[in-house]
C-alpha cells in the first residue's frame, strides 16, 4: 500500500466587481497609474476601480469578506488613500493563511478615454506591487457601446478574477 499525502495543492478562485461614478475635476487611477484627462473617479480613497475589484477578488478567493468589511469608507485614515494598499493588504491576508497569488485578469469598462496605451503601464505598477511576473497580471479595456451609466460616461466599473494557489492538509 502507497504512503498517504500529507497535503495536496488547494487552488481557488475568486471575483471581484465594482463601479464608480466620473467627475470632473478627479484624477483618473487605474491599477496606480494616473491616466490624463478631464474626468476622473468619485470615491472615498483615490477611487482606483481597478484596484478595488482586483481587491475584492483576492478576499473572495480566501472567503475574506470584501474590501469595505476591511477599509470601511466611513473611516477617515482612508480618505484619498492609494488604493494599492488595500492590493497589498488583501495579498498578504490570503498569505497568512497559507496562498499565494497564481494570476490576476481583468477588464476596465469605461467609454472614454481610450486605455490601451497605459495597458503596460499599469500591469507592471499591479504586477510591482504584489510581487509577481508582468506576465501573470492580465488588464483588458472595453466600451459599453455608448449604452447605460457606463456608456454615457457616467461611470466606470472593473470586474477582476484572481486565482490563489496553497496547500490543504490531507484528514
Ligand atoms: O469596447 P470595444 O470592444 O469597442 O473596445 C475595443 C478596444 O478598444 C478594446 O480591445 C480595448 O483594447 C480598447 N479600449 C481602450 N480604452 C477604452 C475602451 C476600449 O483602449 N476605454
Ligand atoms: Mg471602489
Not at 482606483?48 to 475589484?53: G, I
Not at 476596465?108 to 503601464?121: G, Q, T, Y
Amino acid at each position: 500500500m502507497s504512503a498517504r499525502p500529507v497535503s495536496f495543492p488547494e487552488i481557488r478562485t475568486g471575483l471581484g466587481w465594482d463601479v464608480h461614478r466620473l467627475a470632473a475635476g478627479r484624477p483618473l487611477i487605474l491599477g496606480g497609474i494616473t491616466v490624463p484627462g478631464e474626468f476622473g473617479f468619485e470615491g472615498h480613497s483615490d477611487a482606483d476601480v481597478l484596484a478595488h475589484a482586483i481587491t475584492d477578488a483576492i478576499l473572495g478567493a480566501a472567503a475574506l469578506g470584501d474590501i469595505g468589511m476591511h477599509f470601511p469608507d466611513s473611516d477617515p485614515r482612508w480618505k484619498g488613500c492609494d488604493s494599492l494598499l488595500f492590493l497589498k493588504h488583501a495579498q498578504k491576508l490570503a498569505e497568512e493563511r497559507g496562498f499565494r497569488i497564481v494570476n490576476v485578469d481583468s477588464t476596465v469598462i469605461l467609454e472614454r478615454p481610450k486605455l490601451k496605451d497605459f495597458r503596460e503601464a499599469i500591469r507592471a505598477k499591479l504586477a510591482g506591487a504584489l510581487g509577481l511576473e508582468i506576465e501573470c497580471v492580465s488588464v483588458k479595456f472595453k466600451t459599453a457601446e455608448k449604452v447605460g451609466p457606463v456608456g454615457e460616461g457616467r461611470s466606470a466599473e472593473a470586474q477582476a478574477v484572481v486565482t490563489i494557489a496553497g496547500e490543504k492538509a490531507a484528514r
